[in-house]
């Protein structure tokens, strides 16, 4: 069984350009979450997807989106790219709606922002 | 304070000892607990889950939790060299309905 798959591995980009990070998720499960893992402030909670609805938000900043498919599969997107972004962004998915199980994460996307 | 707290560590044991790894909580409404490990540089795995008063076994892994003193530990016996590694602690539950993480605690077990 595949697990969660994110793409691409690493990115570097430049302040002021925007990014999109993509998650599919393990078959069969349709919640799909997002974290930022820094060394400083650790695993922070993005936003919590299922069936396409977005159910659940962190605090942070409106650059900061995101979506999902009727396949389950995730995109985040960050515009307007600030140094402070630089982060390992994980995807985690579960079976059921909210993380009462847990989550299984992928293996992130590590982005630069230069 | 912090949502869940944990010492960062880092918590050095010697190989074969037992590693013993504590987490709080401030969320009284908290549903499930969650203990995951994470290597350098690789995600955070899910190692042991527990939702109700006291222990759980997994092998060489013990999770006890104490909602009443809101207090959630993890006990690694024998513990080895491949054991080292940041272990997270996760509350899921209460007001947020969010899987909220500690910082996580380094742990380095000497050979």
């Known amino acids: 069984k595949a697990g969660v798959t994110q793409t691409p591995r690493y990115l570097i980009k430049t302040r002021g350009q925007q990014v999109t990070l993509s998650c599919s998720p393990i078959?069969?499960?349709?919640?799909v979450s997002w974290y930022q893992q820094t060394p400083g402030q650790g695993l922070q909670f993005l936003f919590e997807y299922f069936s396409e609805t977005q159910r659940n938000k962190g605090n942070f900043p409106g650059r900061f989106s995101g979506r999902q498919f009727s396949n389950s599969r995730s995109e985040m997107n960050v515009s307007t790219l600030e140094l402070g972004d630089s982060a390992l962004y994980l995807c985690a998915s579960s079976l059921e709606q909210q993380g009462f199980y847990g989550y299984t994460f992928g293996s992130g996307t590590r982005l630069t922002v230069v | 304070q912090k949502e869940v707290e944990q010492n960062s560590g880092p918590l050095s044991v010697p190989e074969g000892a037992i590693a013993s790894l504590n987490c709080t909580y401030s969320d009284r409404g908290s549903q499930s607990f969650f203990w995951y490990r994470q290597y350098s540089g690789k995600s955070p795995e899910l190692i042991m889950s527990?939702?109700?008063?006291g222990d759980k076994e997994d092998g060489r892994f013990t999770a006890q939790l104490n909602k009443a003193s809101q207090y959630v530990s993890l006990l690694i016996r024998d513990s080895q060299p491949s054991d080292s590694a940041t272990y997270l602690c996760a509350v899921y539950g209460g007001a947020t309905n969010k899987l909220i993480f500690g910082t996580g605690t380094l742990l380095a077990v000497q050979p």
């Open positions: 078959s069969g499960h349709r919640s």
């Open positions: 527990i939702y109700s008063n």
